[in-house]
């Protein structure tokens, strides 16, 4: 498709988007008492496995300090737990335990509208909508990690 078949307000309506999306991380945050970092490294977490705490300071972009200090609060509020590296026993892994109860609860219903959403859409457009959303999230992380050196 070719940028002038886009709505005059394209651009407008993506931030809208991206800024309801943050909205209600931060909120979803806020109701299971996590900071919106606390949640991103929880995610990252989450879709990545178990990593040392230097590799998830690289990925939210934390110092060491503030990223052990992260790694307290989650383990305290039961989300993730510090374990010996298998490979080497003089590191240390974090990893997320379970699916967190209350923030799949908080999450419930945004996650059913969406559903809700997508199921208007078929099966071509959510391949394309899909596909999107995996190449957006690489052009996102590669302009991040371009930023950050």
């Not at 559903?115 to 957006?136: H, K, M, W």
Request: with cysteine; aromatic share 6%; glycine share 8%.
């Amino acid at each position: 498709m070719s940028t002038s078949a886009m709505r005059a307000d394209a651009g407008d309506v993506y931030r809208q988007y991206l800024s309801a999306v943050m909205f209600h991380g931060h909120a979803s945050a806020r109701a299971c008492g996590l900071g919106a970092t606390d949640l991103y490294a929880l995610n990252i977490l989450q879709l990545t496995g178990a990593m040392t705490p230097g590799e998830l300071a690289a990925r939210t972009g934390l110092t060491t300090g503030p990223t052990t200090r992260l790694i307290d609060r989650l383990e305290q509020a039961g989300y993730v737990r510090r374990a010996p590296d298998p490979d080497d026993r003089r590191k240390v892994t974090v990893e997320p335990v379970g699916r967190p109860a209350a923030l799949d609860q908080v999450m419930a219903p945004a996650r059913e509208r969406i559903g809700e959403i997508l199921t208007g859409y078929s099966p071509d457009q959510l391949r394309v909508l899909f596909d999107y959303f995996a190449r957006a999230a690489d052009a996102y992380q590669e302009a991040a990690e371009q930023l950050r050196s």
